[in-house]
């Protein structure tokens, strides 16, 4: 690293460690005005009081019994949206009443033109323009983390987690029970939600934060009992006390959840003669989910061989570069409780910006029960499963000592084995062995949620036999991290975040070689200097880290970090990881108009000076970022990005070989919206980036038509053009080349283009039974021409072949750097021109018959076809997809939840 590189870096982050001037000053905590009534009542008024039931309750959305009629009423709201701080131009009143079984809410939502009342039915957690009633609960009364539940006026359901005092994740589902109801003067809503659903300290009488949302569609009008400013952060931090609640007796939290599925699968693109599959398949399964409540702050969720056949597939991806494509998760055993696990280094902060900078994610579950990884020998036929078996999971998560909140998941995943036939004869061969998966998160809370400490670790542990697999996968890998946050100051206006961590893997000589030359290291690049392949190396450590300061608070914005990763941090048997060998630091702020003014709702204008470097000291990007958002008084969005990048170096462009250099380039981007709240909603933007010799036009639009209040249409087409002028090809040996090193590394110009779409059918007949439908056609065509040579190391030269002596034969795409006369020897180059098509669609019928059970239908299809025809025509497109094979598979799951 040179001199002035390292000025920089220690200039940044002397910077992110100093507070500003103003930090100083005293002010008022925050979370005494937090909860603070909005019309200027005393702080200590600020509650809401449950009252024990008298009577039986029916959950229809009807307030027609006489025990709402015993509680205490609660009216006192305040408009956070469109006019922070106002009256709200409707009333709700909310009564709250508990027994020993559960806690009971009720709202009535008047409405001076109820027949203006915005009721569009979805299934659950659907993100729909509606009037909608929201609870939210923070039980444990640390001020930070919670549930909310929620009904719209159609009668749609809402639950998830709160986290981090400003985040909320839908993903988390209870088993509660809402109804809804229309009457003459708004709608009213009911809520029953028992105790089993919460977590809680076990005490003679409870205080718990509570809050309440409506949002009044037709005026985008948000009301909350306790709001947060727009100009601030602190969400959980501002909930008013819930008190009354005393000397219940909830029963311990037990839920079993057995399921048994069929599976018929009809599949063409079988090859003919093969021994294990004749086309079709049939077969049945069983397995069962568990949660039980430990204690009354821990809860055991676990699960005997899961299955996950109602989830929606995976888009296709053209993948042409040299890292791993991410996948979001959709298992529901996986996706419940990830916050404990996935908020790793995000605590405290509010925001978290990253330029060309991808956090390493230390779990990713999806490599639980991934497709096995294993080479096969050489077949002619091969049956492989679709996943590694897992044999069985748990998880515990809670909170212990007070202000310890505590996770972890425990996996064990099967050897699997592929079937194979070769010379008529049928064999086997391991192809994943059993497999440990291990995940410990702990994290301390301290008072007031002003620092925060934690820590998570990983273990993975495969359990080998003797075979071949002992050279391809690691045998053994640890990662462990250590996160927090601090406020700088009284007003929780500045907040410094951070994580630290470390990796350790283990394996055979010749599996930490490949480990080493991987596109995620590529220790073999000869220019590099400060990293170096060992081929005798057993084991490899590294580490990596970043810390960052957010403003949390005012009109002016700060967002600022450095992050370093080391060369030989790897946390990819568990987690998933982009790169390796970077450091990494941006400076950002900005400015934002919050209220309406004569033109716009909102405003925001964002800008950033970013840079990244290697560990040997050069930078691989740098650059200047600028970015305006804004909403219209239509409610019609723009957002507005540009961005320059100068002349750096590119480490990973020969795949392992010398450094060359990216020429400048300048983005731009437009994204626009129309109103959200119409039936008919239009979304569309265009993104391109434009270099020297490298061209990229992407362009989308999504429309969504909502025809019925209960169904929806969205299409979202989107087209990409892109013309890369040195797209990978190969590299080829020859001790003269010596400007590369004894290497020739090959590219090409590539023509790309990809024609995508994506149709999406939401019908919902009632809160329960609803149909969904997902189809993504796509067809991608890459055109490869000019092949050439990299002409220098640190250079962005190229030697074309067919010119200067050498030649270069398009039919058999033989080359010859220096023609038949010179001493270089002819190499042919492989042939990666492609026409690809695919179509890949699900359809889900799915019923909840009794809370938390549910019966799902399910189809789903996927077809491709490639060839290396590189032109694209829209009928013959359409006419290879229409005959391109296809598998087809029908899937009928019954999953019972019942509570011994």
């Given at each position: 690293?040179?001199?002035?590189?390292f000025?920089?870096?220690?200039?940044?982050?002397?910077?992110?460690?100093?507070?500003?001037?103003?930090?100083?000053?005293?002010?008022e905590?925050?979370?005494?005005?937090?909860?603070?009534?909005?019309n200027?009542?005393?702080?200590?008024?600020a509650?809401v009081?449950?009252?024990?039931?008298?009577?039986?309750?029916?959950?229809?959305?009807r307030?027609?019994?006489?025990?709402?009629?015993?509680?205490?009423?609660?009216?006192?709201?305040?408009?956070?949206?469109?006019?922070?701080?106002?009256?709200?131009?409707?009333?709700?009143?909310?009564?709250?009443?508990?027994d020993?079984?559960?806690?009971?809410?009720?709202?009535?939502?008047?409405?001076?033109?109820?027949?203006?009342?915005?009721?569009?039915?979805?299934?659950?957690d659907?993100?729909?323009?509606?009037?909608?009633?929201?609870?939210?609960?923070?039980?444990?009364?640390?001020?930070?983390?919670?549930?909310?539940?929620?009904?719209n006026?159609?009668?749609?359901?809402?639950?998830?987690?709160?986290?981090?005092d400003?985040?909320?994740?839908?993903d988390?589902?209870g088993?509660?029970?809402?109804?809804?109801?229309?009457?003459?003067?708004?709608?009213?809503?009911?809520m029953?939600?028992?105790?089993?659903?919460?977590?809680?300290?076990?005490?003679?009488?409870?205080?718990?934060?509570?809050?309440?949302?409506?949002?009044i569609?037709?005026?985008?009008?948000?009301?909350?009992?306790?709001?947060?400013?727009?100009?601030?952060?602190?969400?959980?931090?501002?909930?008013?006390?819930?008190?009354?609640?005393?000397?219940?007796?909830p029963?311990?939290?037990?839920?079993?959840?057995?399921?048994?599925t069929?599976?018929?699968?009809?599949?063409?693109?079988?090859?003919?003669?093969?021994?294990?599959?004749?086309?079709?398949?049939?077969?049945?399964?069983?397995?069962?989910?568990?949660?039980?409540?430990?204690?009354?702050?821990?809860?055991?969720?676990?699960?005997?061989?899961?299955?996950?056949g109602?989830?929606?597939v995976?888009?296709?991806?053209?993948?042409?570069?040299?890292?791993?494509?991410?996948?979001?998760?959709?298992?529901?055993?996986?996706?419940?409780?990830?916050?404990?696990?996935?908020?790793?280094g995000?605590?405290?902060a509010?925001?978290?910006?990253?330029?060309?900078?991808?956090?390493?994610?230390?779990?990713?579950?999806?490599?639980?029960?991934?497709?096995?990884?294993?080479?096969?020998?050489?077949?002619?036929?091969?049956?492989?499963?679709?996943?590694?078996?897992?044999?069985?999971?748990?998880?515990?998560?809670?909170?212990?000592?007070?202000?310890?909140?505590?996770?972890?998941?425990?996996?064990?995943?099967?050897?699997?084995?592929?079937?194979?036939?070769?010379?008529?004869?049928?064999?086997?061969?391991?192809?994943?062995?059993?497999?440990?998966?291990?995940?410990?998160?702990?994290?301390?809370?301290?008072?007031?949620?002003?620092?925060?400490?934690?820590?998570?670790?990983?273990?993975?542990?495969?359990?080998?036999?003797?075979?071949?697999?002992?050279?391809q996968?690691?045998?053994?890998?640890?990662?462990?991290?250590?996160?927090?946050?601090?406020?700088?100051d009284?007003?929780?206006?500045?907040?410094?975040?951070?994580?630290?961590?470390?990796?350790?893997?283990?394996?055979?000589?010749?599996?930490?070689?490949?480990?080493?030359e991987?596109s995620?290291?590529?220790?073999?690049?000869?220019?590099?200097?400060?990293?170096?392949?060992?081929?005798?190396?057993?084991?490899?450590?590294g580490?990596?880290?970043?810390?960052?300061?957010?403003?949390?608070?005012?009109?002016?914005?700060?967002?600022?970090?450095?992050?370093?990763?080391?060369?030989?941090?790897?946390?990819?048997?568990?987690?998933?990881?982009?790169?390796?060998?970077?450091?990494?630091?941006?400076?950002?702020?900005?400015?934002?108009?919050?209220?309406?003014?004569?033109?716009?709702?909102?405003?925001?204008?964002?800008g950033?000076?970013?840079?990244?470097?290697?560990f040997?000291?050069?930078?691989?990007?740098?650059?200047?970022?600028?970015?305006?958002?804004?909403?219209?008084?239509?409610?019609?969005?723009?957002d507005?990005?540009l961005?320059?990048?100068?002349?750096?170096?590119?480490?990973?462009r020969?795949?392992?070989?010398?450094?060359?250099?990216n020429?400048?380039?300048?983005?731009?981007?437009?994204?626009?919206?129309?109103?959200?709240?119409r039936?008919?909603?239009?979304r569309?933007?265009?993104?391109?980036?434009?270099?020297?010799?490298?061209?990229?036009?992407?362009?989308?639009?999504?429309a969504?038509?909502?025809?019925?209040?209960?169904?929806?249409?969205?299409?979202?087409?989107?087209?990409?053009?892109?013309?890369?002028?040195?797209?990978?090809?190969?590299?080829?040996?020859?001790?003269?080349?010596?400007?590369?090193?004894?290497?020739?590394?090959?590219?090409?110009?590539?023509?790309?283009?990809?024609?995508?779409?994506?149709?999406?059918?939401?019908?919902?007949?009632?809160?329960?039974?609803?149909?969904?439908?997902?189809?993504?056609?796509?067809v991608?065509?890459?055109?490869?021409?000019?092949?050439?040579?990299l002409?220098?190391?640190?250079s962005?030269?190229?030697?074309?072949?067919?010119?200067?002596?050498?030649?270069?034969?398009?039919?058999?795409?033989?080359a010859?750097?220096?023609?038949?006369?010179?001493?270089?020897?002819?190499?042919?180059?492989p042939?990666?021109?492609?026409?690809?098509?695919?179509?890949?669609?699900?359809?889900?019928?799915?019923?909840?018959?009794?809370?938390?059970s549910?019966?799902?239908?399910?189809?789903?299809?996927?077809?491709?076809?490639?060839?290396?025809?590189?032109?694209?025509?829209?009928?013959?497109?359409?006419?290879?997809?229409?005959?391109?094979?296809?598998?087809?598979?029908?899937?009928?799951?019954?999953?019972?939840?019942f509570n011994?």
């Open positions: 690293m040179t001199s002035s590189q000025v920089l870096l220690a200039a940044i982050f002397a910077l992110l460690c100093t507070p500003p001037p103003s930090l100083g000053q005293s002010a905590p925050l979370d005494r005005t937090a909860r603070e009534p909005a200027g009542a005393q702080a200590e008024a509650v009081t449950a009252v024990p039931l008298q009577g039986a309750i029916q959950i229809d959305g307030l027609n019994e006489q025990a709402w009629l015993q509680g205490t009423t609660m009216d006192r709201f305040t408009q956070r949206d469109p006019l922070e701080g106002a009256q709200p131009t409707e009333r709700t009143v909310v009564t709250v009443l508990y020993d079984e559960a806690i009971y809410v009720a709202a009535h939502l008047y409405d001076s033109a109820p027949d203006s009342v915005v009721a569009r039915l979805g299934r659950r659907a993100e729909l323009e509606a009037d909608r009633f929201v609870v939210f609960l923070d039980p444990y009364l640390d001020r930070r983390s919670g549930l909310y539940f929620g009904l006026a159609a009668g749609t359901l809402y639950d998830g987690v709160l986290l981090n400003d985040w909320d994740e839908p988390w589902d088993v509660w029970q809402g109804g809804v109801a229309r009457t003459g003067d708004g709608w009213t809503a009911e029953r939600i028992p105790y089993s659903q919460l977590r809680f300290y076990r005490q003679e009488e409870y205080v718990w934060g509570v809050n309440f949302l409506r949002e569609s037709r005026k985008q009008e948000r009301d909350f009992l306790a709001y947060s400013p727009r100009n601030e952060s602190g969400f959980v931090s501002r909930f008013w006390d819930l008190v009354g609640i005393r000397s219940i007796q029963e311990r939290q037990l839920e079993v959840i057995p399921y048994v069929t599976r018929v699968d009809f599949d063409q693109t079988v090859e003919q003669g093969n021994p294990f599959h004749d086309g079709s398949r049939l077969g049945m399964d069983a397995g069962a989910d568990l949660r039980l409540g430990l204690t009354p702050n821990l809860t055991l969720n676990a699960t005997v061989n899961p299955d996950f109602q989830v929606e995976d888009p296709a991806v053209i993948n042409l570069s040299d890292t791993e494509t991410f996948f979001s998760e959709k298992r529901p055993f996986f996706i419940e409780g990830a916050s404990n696990f996935d908020n790793f995000y605590g405290g509010s925001n978290n910006w990253g330029f060309n900078w991808g956090n390493p994610q230390f779990f990713y579950s999806r490599r639980i029960g991934r497709s096995p990884g294993g080479e096969l020998p050489e077949n002619e036929f091969s049956r492989i499963p679709e996943s590694t078996s897992i044999l069985g999971a748990a998880k515990v998560t809670g909170k212990i000592g007070g202000s310890w909140n505590v996770g972890t998941i425990q996996a064990m995943t099967a050897r699997e084995r592929a079937d194979l036939y070769q010379d008529a004869r049928s064999f086997d061969a391991v192809v994943e062995p059993p497999t440990y998966y291990g995940v410990y998160r702990a994290q301390k809370e301290f008072p007031d949620g002003r620092q925060g400490l934690g820590v998570l670790s990983t273990v993975n542990n495969r359990f080998f036999t003797g075979d071949v697999l002992e050279d996968m690691n045998a053994r890998s640890l990662a462990f991290g250590v996160d927090g946050w601090t406020f700088l009284p007003s929780k206006t500045w907040v410094l975040t951070g994580w630290s961590g470390a990796s350790h893997v283990r394996g055979t000589p010749e599996r930490l070689l490949q480990l080493q991987s995620l290291h590529y220790f073999q690049r000869p220019d590099a200097g400060h990293v170096e392949v060992d081929s005798s190396a057993t084991s490899m450590t580490w990596s880290g970043r810390f960052a300061v957010n403003k949390q608070r005012g009109r002016v914005i700060f967002n600022s970090a450095i992050g370093a990763i080391s060369p030989s941090f790897d946390v990819n048997d568990v987690g998933f990881q982009w790169r390796s060998d970077i450091l990494n630091g941006h400076l950002g702020g900005g400015y934002r108009w919050p209220d309406p003014g004569r033109f716009t709702r909102s405003a925001a204008v964002l950033a000076l970013f840079r990244s470097f290697d040997g000291g050069r930078t691989t990007w740098t650059g200047a970022w600028a970015r305006a958002e804004i909403e219209l008084l239509n409610y019609y969005r723009l507005v990005v961005a320059a990048n100068p002349e750096t170096v590119s480490t990973t020969t795949r392992g070989g010398p450094i060359t250099l020429p400048p380039g300048v983005e731009a981007g437009l994204q626009v919206s129309s109103d959200r709240r039936a008919f909603v239009l569309g933007g265009i993104n391109t980036y434009q270099a020297e010799w490298t061209r990229n036009v992407n362009v989308s639009v999504d969504e038509w909502k025809p019925a209040a209960n169904v929806s249409l969205a299409v979202g087409p989107s087209a990409s053009w892109n013309y890369e002028h040195s797209q990978w090809v190969d590299v080829f040996h020859d001790e003269l080349a010596q400007e590369t090193f004894g290497r020739r590394y090959v590219f090409a110009e590539m023509d790309q283009l990809t024609l995508a779409s994506s149709l999406r059918l939401n019908w919902t007949f009632t809160p329960r039974l609803s149909f969904q439908l997902y189809a993504q056609p796509l991608s065509v890459g055109d490869y021409e000019n092949y050439k040579e002409a220098r190391a640190r962005y030269g190229f030697r074309y072949y067919g010119e200067n002596a050498s030649t270069f034969d398009p039919v058999t795409l033989e010859d750097p220096d023609g038949p006369a010179g001493p270089a020897a002819p190499f042919t180059v042939k990666l021109d492609f026409n690809v098509a695919s179509l890949r669609g699900t359809a889900v019928l799915r019923w909840e018959y009794k809370p938390g549910t019966l799902y239908f399910v189809w789903t299809q996927q077809r491709s076809d490639s060839t290396e025809d590189p032109r694209l025509a829209f009928q013959p497109a359409l006419d290879q997809l229409r005959a391109a094979p296809m598998e087809n598979v029908f899937v009928i799951k019954l999953t019972y939840w011994p």
